[in-house]
């Protein structure tokens, strides 16, 4: 297979194996994948699957050792040079002693963006995530979702056009976790970005992905790729209809499938 010209993300036959102390470990392996844009593509898998790895070296904090992978038609390191993606880590990674702005800020400082295009980015994004007002906040003086929401924000201020995003909402309680669902559809309805999201809970993934890719660990390979049959317009009810309870059964025999019951 070629890779796609059209596709943000096309990987072929990807593969990384770490050396460790303690002998290799393959953590991908065999990854055929295509994402194209506007896509919201959910990564889910048993822990230890890959998941992190992928994301990983889509931003080019790794490197394939096996396959190829194109990001945005280049190589992850030039995607990476012309800030091609935002990330968004499992917990907010937020700087205590800067202000909520002055964390989206960094960023765009290091780029060298001026500091009226800084604020005026700062107002936008504030107002994305729905924090608008709360600029001059330190981040404990916030909620856990409101830090998430920070950082998702500090991740959107590049305004590229792919989102990486790895378990983003792992940590927060499942009310919170719902209205965060909510408002991220309805940001990437706004903004028509390409997110890749990782998570370890179904009804997210359903919820939230135009596409679900299921991975079974030792080594990491992709068991199945679901494409949703849902609407782009998904109110949280969505999750009790026939449809979306048939995908999560399809995601939920697909992680059983790759499930090894021995380790
Ligand atoms: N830098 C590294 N050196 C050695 N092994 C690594 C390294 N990073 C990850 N691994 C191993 O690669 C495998 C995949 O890890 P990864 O973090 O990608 O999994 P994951 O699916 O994201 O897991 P989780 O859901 O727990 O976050 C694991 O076995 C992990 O121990």
Request: aromatic content about 8%; some cysteine; glycine content about 8%.
């Amino acid at each position: 297979m070629i890779p796609s010209p059209a596709s943000v993300i096309s990987a072929r036959k990807l593969g990384l194996t770490f050396k460790t102390a303690d002998g290799p470990v393959t953590a991908l392996t065999g990854v055929d994948l295509d994402i194209a844009k506007g896509d919201f593509v959910s990564f889910i898998g048993p822990s230890g699957c890959g998941k992190t790895t992928f994301l990983r070296v889509i931003a080019d904090l790794e490197r394939p050792t096996d396959g190829t992978i194109t990001v945005n038609g280049t190589t992850p390191e030039d995607a990476r040079r012309n800030r091609s993606y935002g990330y968004v880590f499992q917990a907010a990674a937020l700087y205590p002693w800067r202000t909520i702005e002055d964390n989206i800020a960094l960023p765009l400082e290091i780029m060298g963006t001026p500091p009226a295009e800084r604020k005026a980015r700062i107002e936008r994004v504030l107002a994305l995530v729905n924090l608008t007002g709360f600029g001059r906040k330190f981040p404990w003086q916030l909620s856990g979702g409101m830090q998430q929401r920070a950082s998702i924000a500090r991740a959107l201020a590049f305004d590229a056009d792919l989102l990486l995003m790895d378990e983003p909402f792992g940590a927060l309680d499942e009310i919170v976790r719902d209205h965060l669902n909510e408002q991220l559809l309805k940001l990437w309805a706004q903004t028509n970005k390409t997110i890749c999201f990782v998570t370890h809970s179904i009804p997210e993934a359903v919820y939230l992905s135009t596409k679900i890719v299921v991975m079974s660990p030792r080594p990491g390979r992709v068991t199945d790729v679901i494409t949703s049959t849902l609407p782009k317009e998904r109110p949280l009810d969505i999750r009790e209809t026939p449809e979306f309870l048939e995908i999560a059964a399809r995601v939920r025999e697909g992680l059983r499938a790759g499930h090894s019951y021995d380790e």
